[in-house]
């Protein structure tokens, strides 16, 4: 398999796992489905602005396999979720 497959393949579960994880924390936060702000944490844009889409999602992926779910939700946890709540409280604040 080649490099860009590769990533391309590991991008895909990281996906998933960052959106099931986008879900329970805005369940647990908010007690509600709030569809926009699982966008906001899971869009390229804002993936972006950690490093290149898929590399941050192939990171995730690879975590979660080599790892487990737990660690792969830590990893979020401590390089997604501060960003984002940073990115939320400008939102707010612009509204």
């Given at each position: 398999m080649d490099h860009r497959a590769k990533l391309l393949r590991d991008a895909w579960v990281g996906d998933a796992v960052l959106t099931l994880w986008a879900r329970l924390y805005i369940l647990r936060q908010t007690?509600?489905?709030?569809?926009?702000?699982?966008?906001?944490?899971?869009?390229?844009?804002?993936?972006?602005?950690?490093?290149?889409?898929?590399?941050v999602e192939a990171e995730i992926g690879r975590v979660f396999e080599t790892q487990g779910l737990d660690a792969a939700y830590a990893w979020i946890e401590q390089r997604l979720l501060p960003m984002y709540q940073r990115q939320e409280q400008n939102r707010t604040r612009k509204k």
């Open positions: 007690g509600a489905i709030d569809g926009a702000a699982a966008v906001r944490m899971t869009s390229n844009n804002f993936l972006g602005a950690v490093g290149n889409p898929d590399a």
